[in-house]
T-cell receptor, first 114, second 113 residues
């Protein structure tokens, strides 16, 4: 079974500042890792995913994440945030098995201050 | 753009009523999921399906039921709605047999009064 921990429930940052949203996972098997974004009153949209290969993954809207197997982490970063990045961000994990489910973290609310 | 649709988007209903939340996808995905999400909170998996005639309960106990008679359709039913069912319900489907990407509907925000 897999689990996901998002260490920060809220992250306030100033516009144009860099941001890092932290995610740690637990699994006894190899996993796929994801970051999703949710804007108010909307469903979730995929930001980026790690399936295999390069540990640095680039996604939409200038976000990137780095898979660190030894730290069991998949932190999300953006060098310069905009007001439009204000949203809830969810880290998720899934095993390789076709029977695996997608497990989500508790979410991090990113609020951008002008 | 993902082709997964949920109806209705918003629903206010009285206690004791039976309701069905609809979820349809046109991508031919085998796996589909229902998540329950309270405002600003995490997603809890309440039901999932690996394909037609396959349904399983998720990690969060729920009084709702689901069915999967057709690949594209995964409705969720509450036989007798209660105020504790007030929440947002998100439907998702995944690409391929492995969960390499999940596509989400817009969600149904349910209020039981």
């Amino acid at each position: 079974a897999q689990s996901v921990t998002q260490l920060d429930s809220q992250v306030p940052v100033f516009e144009e500042a860099p941001v890092e949203l932290r995610c740690n996972y637990s699994s006894s098997v190899s996993v796929y890792l994801f970051w999703y974004v949710q804007y108010p009153n909307q469903g979730l949209q995929l930001l980026l995913k790690y399936l295999s290969g390069s540990t640095l993954v680039k996604g939409i809207n200038g976000f990137e994440a780095e898979f660190n197997k030894s730290q069991t982490s998949f932190h999300l970063r953006k060098p310069s945030v905009h007001i439009s990045d204000t949203a809830e961000y969810f880290c998720a994990v899934s095993g390789y098995s076709s029977a695996s489910k997608i497990i989500f973290g508790s979410g991090t609310r990113l609020s951008i201050r002008p | 753009e993902a082709d997964i649709y949920q109806t209705p988007r918003y629903l206010v209903i009285g206690t004791g009523k039976k309701i069905t939340l609809e979820c349809s996808q046109t991508m031919g995905h085998d796996k589909m999921y229902w998540y329950q999400q309270d405002p600003g909170m995490e997603l809890h998996l309440i039901h999932y399906s690996y394909g037609v005639n396959s349904t399983e309960k998720g990690d969060l106990s729920s009084e709702s039921t689901v069915s999967r008679i057709r690949t594209e359709h995964f409705p969720l039913t509450l036989e007798s709605a209660r105020p504790s069912h007030t929440s947002q319900y998100l439907c998702a489907s995944t690409l391929g047999r492995m969960n390499t990407e999940a596509f989400f509907g817009q969600g149904t925000r349910l209020t039981v009064v």
